[in-house]
Structure formats: C-alpha cells, structure tokens
C-alpha cells in the first residue's frame, strides 16, 4: 500500500478530521477530485471527506474544534464547513443503485469500497486514509493511480452501468478529458466508454438542463473547448441538447464548388477567443462593466477571469448558417444574413437549454448580431458615421466584439488572414479616435420623451419616437453635435414637419 504525505495532507485541516473521527470510533479518507488533483499538481481548495458513518456527526464534530459554522443538507446526508481558505465537505460513505427511468438513486449506508465502486471514473475513486495508523495511505481499488499517469478516463464498473445509472456522467467523461488535458500529457476516454456513451446518448434526455448546461459551461471554460465538442459530437450527445450546432457539419459540393466545413470553423473561433481572451486579460485591455446601486452610472473594472458568455457567442456566432445557405450558380455558395437569423436564434436555444434571458443572453444576442459589422466596416470605407454607429450598437461591448472578430478570421492563406488583421487594427484605430472625440459607447440622447411632451403638450404616442430616432441618427451620423442647443433646434424643425407647434413660452 502507498503512503504519500508529504505535500497533499500537510494542511492542519486533516489532521485535525483524523483526530475528530478516531475520537468517534469511525474511519475518515478524503476522496475524489483532491486525491488526484494532488497527483496532478493542480490547485485545489474543495475537499471531500467521506466517512464509514454520519457525515454530518463528523463535520459538527471538527466544527466544535475549530469553532467553525457548519451547513447542514440533510436530504442529502451531507455537511460543509470553510477552514483557513478551503471548503470542506463530508458525507457518509454510501452505497446507491438507480430505476432506468430516474436520475434519483437507492441509497444505502456502505462501506468505503462500496462508496469508490459508485464514483464515476478511477481517478476520482482514489481515497488518502486518515487513520493515524496508515494515515496518508493510497486507498486505489481500480488502478486509477494508473490510469491517472496514462492519462485515461475509465470508469470502475462496466460503462453501460456507470452511464444509465447517472447520465452525466458521459459529459463529465469529456469535461475531465478536456479539462486534465495539456500539452504535455493528454487524456483520453477509453474505446469501450466512448462506445458505451454512443449506445446511451438518448439517456441525456432524462437529465435537467440546467445539470447539462452547467458541464458545458465547464468545458467552455478548458483551455481547448474544441475537444469537448469534438468528442461530444462523435458520441451523439451534442445533438441531445444543440443540435443547431451538429447542423453545422459537412460541406456540400455544387458544380465542383464547396463551402468552408462550419462546425470546424466554429470550434476554431471557440479556441481562438480563449486564447485571444487570456492574452488580452494579461495585458489589463479588458474591462467589466457592472450597474451602480443607484441604477444611474456604471462601475468598471478590469476583466481577470475569463467570461464564459463571450465564448458561448463564439459558439453561437455562425449558428444562422445552415438556415441561411444558398447556392448562386456563377457565384458560389453564401450565407447572407445568417448573423441576423443567428441572433434571432440565440434566445430559443437559451430558452430550450433552461439558461437566462437576462442580459447575459442579451450580450451573446448582440455579439452574434454584430460580428460582422467590423469587417463590414473596412470594405465600406472607415467613415466616422460608421464608426459612431457600431459603437453604439455594441456600447460596453465593444472589445469583446472586436475580440470575437478577430478570433473569427480562421483563413488557412497566411497572406488574408496578415491583410485581415491589419484592416481590423486599422478599425480599431477609428473607433478609439471616435470614442475619445465623441463618447457614443455612453450615448444618450439629449431629447427624452418627457422633453418633447413637455414643450409640445401632447400625450405619449409614435411622434415622440419618430423624433426622438431623427436627432438620435442626426447625432450619430455627424449632421449635429451631441449638444442639447443644437438637438433642440433639429427637434422643433422635424416637429414641425410631423403638424406640431410649441406651447406658448416653450
């Protein structure tokens, strides 16, 4: 048996478990995703303590030695308390078995190897013993210490079993495979459980959305997204829940002429924006944008995580393209418009996944809406008007929007993709010389609602909008200043034109 103390069980918060549970008669380890992250030299600060009896009578027991608070979740026999920077969490080592049509499982009390027998992969089945005589002791039944160095993703019961019994289990298989992945030592999901996982695609269906989403968002989050998505379409679970994305595959071929192979390209993009994101978040260019308290301003700070919500735009940025394809002989294949179909798409396919309609599906409706405009910008000629326009389209957004473009451009001719770059600097240049000369990412118009009721004396109807959109697009298009004397003036002149007089003094 192996005991490896040093370094993985040298935080006070074990000993101090190991003393509180001989002290009750019961045997502690800590299992799962801190044992191997150990291994893997990966920062961790959530531990799981599992103990062969209550898991709750162990956490109050080492609360009272550190006089900790303890959150009790008794429908599930389980407890957490915080300790010096880490989170704790113990639950009684269980057995469980599963009806094929619930995700709710049979729970029994079981002894620690039955606990591991139930753990979804072998690297996360691994147990350190707390016991003061083996204290530090590998506890590794299914060789996950093994399967850990060759960097495979098994699971300790036949597959089949492992993923009817819990279904999330075959996005977690992908989520770890991507997330443990790097250059150096890559992981990869065993044949037999790929296979598996194509037998029980449909399972998924019986799962919450929202238990989905929440994986997904881990994958988007990897280093490499692109191999969750890869491995999740060769699995058919992709098309369980996105199946606008899987319809993205292929290329079709008319008189000798294909179009670029759009899920590939989509991928691409994902992998590039968390590149281009990391380096940006690097280099302080990147900012957040909160509402104050009082609802009238906003707080800035500086992005130093990345933002999931930006990568679901990569992710849904062409999903109007298989909508919008067509064949023009003589011309070859387009996709007019498929940014427009595709942010029209975007709040169903949040709907459908259960995730907000808040503005965080609002900021990915507006990048997928936008991402052409910047390039738009360059072949129409760079005008101010332009320019002025896109920034107040995309407000806050701004950056992230010219992030995503520039993540967009996946050409394989070295020469376009040096010219697109080059055209988008050349934009970017514009738009801090028109948002430094005329502050339209904050725009407000200078002629509200209750301005024109007021000197007009009518009513809430149309012809406030109507005049309210003419100074806007004056202001914007460069005929006036954002001057209140000068919105003032063209507001009384349309008025005019639309049958209305001021009031007497107004």
Known sequence: MQTITQGFLDAPVFAIVSEAAAEMGVRAFVIGGYVRD????????????????????????????????????????TAMLHYKGVEVEFVGARKESYQRDSRKPIVE??????????????????????????FGALVDPFGGIRDLSAGIIRTPLEPDRTYSDDPLRMLRAIRFATQLS?????????????????????????????????????MLLAERPSMAFRLMDQTHLLEQFLPQLVQLKGVETVEGKGHKENFSHTLQVVDNVVEMEAEAIRGGLLHDYEPEADGDGRVESLRTSPNVWLRWAALLHDIGKSASKRYTPGQGWTFHGHEVIGARMVPKIF?????????????????????????????????????????????????????????????????????????FELVKRKLAEVEAKDAIRNFKNP??????????GIEPCNTIGQIKEYVKNAILDGVIEND????DRLMREKAVELGLRPLEGK
């Open 351 to 423: 709907k459908d996944l259960k995730m907000t309609q808040g503005d965080k599906m609002k900021y990915v409706q507006k990048l997928v809406g936008l991402h052409l405009r910047p390039i738009a910008l360059v072949d129409e000629g760079v005008t101010d008007s332009a320019v002025r326009r896109l920034l107040f389209d995309a407000g806050d957004d701004i950056d992230d929007l010219m992030l995503l473009c520039h993540a967009d451009i996946t050409s394989k001719n070295p020469a376009k993709v040096v010219r697109l770059h080059r055209n």
């Open 109 to 134: 009390d079981g002894t620690l190897e039955e606990d591991q027998l139930r753990r979804d992969f072998t690297i996360n089945a691994m147990a350190f013993s707390l016991q003061k005589e083996d």
């Open 182 to 218: 790097t250059r150096e030592h890559a992981f990869t999901i065993v044949p037999e459980s790929l296979e598996s996982m194509c037998r029980m695609a449909t399972r998924l269906q019986i799962l919450s959305r929202e238990r989905i989403v929440e994986e997904v968002n881990k």
């Open 38 to 77: 150990c291994f893997l030299g990966r920062p961790n600060k959530d531990i799981d303590i599992v103990v062969e009896g209550s898991g709750v009578a162990l956490a109050e027991a080492v609360a009272r030695k550190i006089h900790a608070r303890v959150t009790v979740f008794r429908n599930f026999g």
């Open 447 to 456: 002629i509200t609602g209750d301005y024109i009721m007021d000197v007009f």
């Open 484 to 487: 209140f004397a000068e919105a």
